[in-house]
């Protein structure tokens, strides 16, 4: 069925149909309204992002392991074609193969099923746990694992967790399969995290199959990469290579130009996203890169002269000498050198953009460098402005919410159930150093910079990159109220101690920064001004800024509603950090943090040794 083309009036219907659901978010708030406005152009630049987005969904928010490794268990269960799971960590514990177990019986009943796991993450699950699914025909593939002698940093890796069921159930969150996830209700499980997941049914899940192959696609790439490196290495560069022209070189060493959307059909936004945005990836249908087409053609102009001469030189001259293995291997090297400045250079001229809005107070501006603070700055010239904005609505105070059955929504919540909500706008976002996709942290810069009321956070490691700092401080200084809930009891304790090394900058700004004490939080949501909200796999962290993620965003009052009523029952559970506990600490615990700190900025995965593998 075709998909109605979601313009500016389809925008204006969504909101109009939302009014009195945001009214009681804010609990009429005369900001409400300012709300209701901007948001309407907020929405319209996040469609601006990426092409992955639809309405008429149905969404169900899952705040307990019980509720969403049912559903999963359930889902995996009902499979009539097709199961794609993609997850950072599945531990060898009873949650773990009892999922392994199931995907083996639906591939046994015929269902395909595709599995993909992080090399690092699940580095506790062994070929042992596997071999029943593998030996039944499934197919499973482990994102970078370790090598010295790879190209890629082993610090780079697939924090993804999704499931696709037969193109129309889709899962998405923070939740591994493990027992500490499932919670105590479910038979192995333990109280240990606290994370969200996303259950969605409908025309966005069709998507979420995108990312999936997307993830796959560069995990083989990966290692076609490497073993086409080992392989020169190894050969010394052979006659044949070492005559090659650079066109070849690309598609043989550098194969990252090949866009996932070759291998699967467009798309129903594909098509009108791309006559925007005509450097956007999908228009990538040929081998190059669009932003680098003249220096590419450049040099392939001097590739196809100098292999003409080279042609006409070995026509007349048949005795000429051939070159020595070590000259055809320094030729090869020097190609492998201008193709690593030539990004750099492309990279360091990106960086020119500017920041919009004015500058941080020197005392509290994070002037610290950072290689990728550029990456996803906004450029507002850039999203899609396929229609203009009124700046006021004449809103007709009579409309209801005729787009959500609200009574059976307040029985599944009296219930214990997850409330059903339907005909949802969903975005699907994405953070991928390999595709240099920065749409997670675009998305968290529109939101920071067009909110009128509050903006909530729940991350477990609290460490965002410079620029996203920067933001949420300035969001404070707006009088926007800014909070955060970051782990008291964390799995990773050093980096705990790191986050508290600039509490103080946040602190004193006014921004409010909460622990959680009693349970260890997983959860990575955000939600904006009772009507923006999003839970994925990103944390506020540096290593998020280099793995893959995805996040799932709504923009409904009804979403919104629950998670921040699902923040308001973690703060229960968590102690407010104030800016005089900080400064109070001994200075032992001072030093700890600090060093910590810098371990933090030399273990971030590293940009530089990607640039073989960036598209």
């Given at each position: 069925?075709m998909?109605?083309?979601?313009?500016?009036?389809?925008?204006?219907?969504?909101?109009?149909?939302?009014?009195?659901?945001?009214r009681?978010?804010?609990?009429?708030?005369?900001?409400?309204?300012?709300?209701?406005?901007?948001?309407?152009?907020?929405?319209q630049?996040l469609?601006?992002?990426?092409?992955?987005y639809?309405?008429?969904?149905?969404?169900?928010i899952?705040?307990?392991?019980?509720?969403?490794?049912?559903?999963?268990?359930?889902?995996?269960d009902?499979?009539?074609?097709?199961?794609?799971?993609?997850?950072?960590?599945?531990?060898?514990?009873?949650?773990?193969?009892?999922t392994?177990?199931?995907?083996?019986?639906?591939?046994s009943?015929?269902?395909?099923?595709?599995?993909?796991?992080?090399?690092?993450?699940?580095?506790?699950l062994?070929?042992?746990?596997?071999?029943?699914?593998?030996?039944?025909?499934?197919?499973?593939?482990?994102?970078?694992?370790?090598?010295?002698?790879r190209?890629?940093?082993?610090?780079?890796?697939?924090?993804?967790?999704?499931?696709?069921?037969?193109?129309?159930?889709?899962f998405?969150?923070?939740?591994n399969?493990?027992?500490?996830?499932?919670?105590?209700?479910?038979?192995?499980?333990?109280?240990?995290?606290?994370?969200?997941?996303?259950?969605?049914?409908?025309?966005?899940?069709?998507?979420?199959?995108?990312?999936?192959?997307?993830?796959?696609?560069?995990?083989?790439?990966?290692?076609?990469?490497?073993?086409?490196?080992?392989?020169l290495?190894?050969?010394?560069?052979?006659?044949?290579?070492?005559?090659?022209?650079?066109?070849?070189?690309d598609d043989?060493?550098f194969?990252?130009?090949r866009?996932?959307?070759?291998?699967?059909?467009p798309?129903?936004?594909?098509?009108?996203f791309?006559?925007?945005?005509?450097?956007?990836?999908t228009?990538?249908i040929?081998?190059?890169?669009?932003?680098?087409?003249?220096?590419?053609?450049?040099?392939?102009?001097r590739?196809?002269?100098s292999?003409?001469?080279?042609?006409?030189?070995?026509?007349?001259?048949?005795?000429?000498?051939?070159?020595?293995?070590?000259?055809?291997?320094?030729?090869?090297?020097?190609?492998?050198?201008?193709?690593?400045?030539?990004?750099?250079?492309?990279?360091?001229?990106?960086?020119?953009?500017?920041?919009?809005?004015?500058?941080?107070?020197?005392?509290i501006?994070f002037a610290?460098?950072?290689?990728?603070?550029?990456?996803?700055?906004?450029?507002?010239s850039?999203?899609?402005?396929?229609?203009?904005?009124?700046?006021?609505?004449?809103?007709?105070?009579?409309?209801?919410?005729?787009?959500?059955?609200?009574?059976?929504?307040?029985?599944d919540?009296?219930?214990?159930?997850?409330?059903?909500?339907?005909?949802?706008?969903?975005?699907?976002?994405?953070?991928?150093?390999?595709?240099?996709?920065?749409?997670?942290?675009?998305?968290?810069?529109?939101?920071?910079?067009?909110?009128?009321?509050?903006?909530?956070?729940?991350?477990?490691?609290?460490l965002?990159p410079?620029?996203?700092?920067?933001?949420?401080?300035h969001?404070?200084?707006?009088?926007?109220?800014?909070?955060?809930i970051?782990?008291?009891?964390?799995?990773?304790?050093?980096?705990?101690?790191?986050?508290r090394?600039i509490?103080?900058?946040?602190?004193?700004r006014?921004?409010?920064?909460?622990?959680?004490?009693?349970?260890?939080?997983?959860?990575?949501?955000?939600?904006?001004?009772?009507?923006?909200?999003?839970?994925?796999?990103?944390?506020?962290?540096?290593?998020?800024?280099?793995?893959?993620?995805?996040?799932?965003?709504?923009?409904?009052?009804?979403?919104?509603?629950q998670?921040?009523?699902?923040f308001?029952?973690?703060?229960?559970?968590?102690?407010?950090?104030?800016?005089?506990?900080?400064?109070?600490r001994?200075?032992?615990?001072?030093?700890?943090s600090?060093?910590?700190?810098?371990?933090?900025?030399?273990?971030?995965?590293?940009?530089?040794?990607?640039?073989?593998?960036n598209?």
């Amino acid at each position: 069925m075709m998909m109605k083309k979601f313009n500016y009036g389809s925008i204006k219907e969504m909101f109009k149909s939302n009014q009195v659901k945001l009214r009681q978010n804010l609990k009429d708030n005369p900001v409400w309204k300012k709300v209701y406005t901007s948001w309407q152009k907020t929405t319209q630049r996040l469609t601006g992002l990426n092409p992955y987005y639809s309405r008429g969904n149905t969404v169900s928010i899952l705040f307990t392991g019980e509720h969403a490794f049912g559903s999963i268990w359930e889902t995996i269960d009902s499979a009539k074609e097709s199961i794609q799971i993609e997850t950072y960590t599945i531990e060898a514990d009873e949650v773990g193969r009892y999922t392994l177990d199931l995907l083996t019986k639906a591939q046994s009943r015929g269902i395909q099923v595709k599995f993909m796991t992080d090399a690092i993450g699940s580095m506790s699950l062994s070929d042992f746990e596997t071999y029943p699914l593998r030996q039944k025909g499934g197919e499973i593939y482990s994102f970078n694992p370790v090598n010295i002698t790879r190209m890629e940093p082993f610090s780079m890796r697939n924090h993804r967790k999704i499931m696709v069921a037969d193109k129309k159930i889709g899962f998405c969150g923070g939740m591994n399969l493990s027992s500490k996830y499932a919670g105590s209700k479910i038979t192995g499980g333990v109280d240990y995290f606290r994370d969200t997941h996303a259950k969605v049914v409908g025309p966005i899940v069709k998507d979420f199959s995108r990312v999936f192959y997307d993830s796959i696609s560069r995990s083989l790439k990966l290692q076609e990469t490497n073993q086409e490196f080992e392989r020169l290495k190894s050969e010394k560069i052979s006659s044949a290579l070492a005559a090659a022209s650079l066109e070849e070189l690309d598609d043989d060493v550098f194969p990252f130009d090949r866009p996932i959307e070759t291998i699967l059909a467009p798309s129903r936004n594909f098509d009108r996203f791309n006559k925007k945005h005509p450097s956007y990836n999908t228009s990538r249908i040929q081998e190059i890169d669009i932003e680098d087409d003249d220096d590419l053609q450049q040099d392939k102009e001097r590739t196809v002269n100098s292999s003409n001469n080279n042609n006409n030189n070995n026509n007349n001259n048949n005795n000429r000498l051939q070159k020595t293995e070590e000259e055809k291997e320094a030729s090869i090297l020097e190609y492998f050198e201008e193709q690593i400045n030539r990004k750099k250079v492309m990279r360091n001229n990106d960086r020119d953009v500017k920041m919009d809005g004015p500058l941080l107070d020197k005392d509290i501006y994070f002037a610290e460098e950072d290689e990728d603070d550029q990456d996803f700055i906004i450029d507002e010239s850039e999203l899609d402005t396929r229609f203009d904005m009124e700046e006021e609505d004449n809103i007709d105070e009579e409309i209801l919410d005729d787009l959500h059955d609200v009574e059976q929504k307040k029985q599944d919540e009296e219930d214990g159930k997850p409330a059903v909500i339907n005909n949802v706008f969903v975005q699907i976002q994405q953070s991928n150093l390999l595709s240099n996709r920065r749409e997670i942290q675009k998305a968290i810069v529109l939101t920071l910079r067009n909110a009128k009321n509050h903006c909530y956070f729940t991350t477990p490691y609290f460490l965002p990159p410079i620029r996203l700092r920067n933001e949420i401080i300035h969001t404070a200084n707006r009088g926007i109220d800014v909070r955060i809930i970051t782990a008291g009891l964390s799995d990773v304790p050093w980096f705990r101690y790191a986050s508290r090394h600039i509490y103080h900058k946040f602190l004193s700004r006014g921004v409010k920064i909460y622990e959680m004490q009693t349970l260890t939080l997983h959860s990575k949501t955000m939600t904006a001004d009772g009507i923006y909200s999003s839970v994925g796999s990103y944390n506020l962290d540096t290593w998020s800024q280099k793995n893959l993620e995805v996040n799932l965003s709504f923009v409904d009052p009804s979403i919104a509603e629950q998670m921040e009523k699902q923040f308001d029952k973690d703060l229960l559970i968590c102690r407010e950090i104030t800016l005089e506990e900080i400064q109070n600490r001994g200075w032992m615990e001072k030093l700890i943090s600090y060093v910590c700190y810098q371990m933090s900025r030399v273990l971030r995965p590293s940009r530089s040794k990607a640039i073989f593998i960036n598209k």
